[in-house]
């Protein structure tokens, strides 16, 4: 694979935006490398333990913990990395760089999550905390430099689905069992294979590659073993993370010698229900995320499955995939999407006696339609690609 491309940069303009609606003073956040937020804030990627990020006049400051400050300097998308009293708690250091731009007053912008011990350090200092939303609302939707980064994990993410389809269609059924060069294939079998393919691809599973047979199919975030056996369907939701932090999120179902019942009527139907997703779509910026959601459900309840209810389409339609797997939009919400928008397209249908079918695509909304951001082929017969 070629490299991957530069490390995204952060624009700080949507905070100089929420601090003048709000006609307040200074941002602050503060999290560890599991903190998404502080992930797109600052794009530092380490360690497990609480540092700080500060915006004020315009500078964007990151009081980085000790040991970190080479990385730090080489990973931060901001203006100054911070290194004085790195013993100290998180929220007093960040108390610190206010106080030397504000000397003690003026009004907060923070994240509804902030820390507890953080929000009492800043307002025993004199500030006044203010909650804000502005990075859930910035990182909903994409500069270019992101969408390169989610489009590279995404092809590698079709690599992935594409080893586990090849040996779905390798196997051959014996006996009542699956088999795969000579020894029954399972769940975990299958997703030792996947993952060691995103790996040689520069992702890492992170996790999340769910591979369900038959009833676990149901299970929307099955991660166990599993025996596969012929005429059942096998779902595949492969979500890994890139270097750069974003997610990719591609699902695929496929029955090895299917006997063309209800997992095929579930196949059509979920086809059905995704391309009147993407014909929604099409209408690009503007159109209502909800509608998009409606338009799926109501193809599934037309080929005769519930919409809301076990069995039948349990979950919304699709979400939004970045530095976060799950992150805004949601397809069931009634805001308008954007363009630069990343969200997943994935109906289906679940029966915990039969099993489950999901298809999905992550596309990005443009102004004039949308995107698909690693075009995969469907089909629940599996294909050598």
Known sequence: MASWPDQPSTDYGFLNAALAEADADAFVAVGDRFDDDMRYLTRFSGPDRDYAFVFVGDTATLCAPALFEE???REFSGDVVRMENVGDPAGERARAVLDDALDGTGTVLVPQGIPHDTALYLERGGYELQSTSAVTDARAVKTEEELD?????????ARGM????EILA???AEGGELLWKGAPLSTERLRRQVNATLASYGVRDAGNTVIGAGPSCADLHFTGTDDI???ETVLLDISPRGPHGYYGDLTRTFVVDGDGGWERRAYVAVEAAQTAAFDELESGAGVAASAVHREAAAE?????FSVGEEPGFTHGTGHGVGVSLHEAPSL??????EAGMVVTVEPGVYDSSQGGVRIEDLVVVTEDGYEVLAAYP????PQKR
């Open 229 to 231: 056996a012929p005429g």
């Open 149 to 157: 980064c989610l489009r590279r994990v995404q092809r590698a993410t």
């Open 378 to 381: 469907t089909g629940i017969v």
């Open 332 to 337: 069931r919400a009634d805001e308008p999407l």
């Open 71 to 73: 990385q730090a300097n």
């Open 170 to 172: 390798e196997a051959s």
């Open 300 to 304: 599934i309840a037309a080929y005769g």
């Open 162 to 165: 594409a080893r586990a389809e």
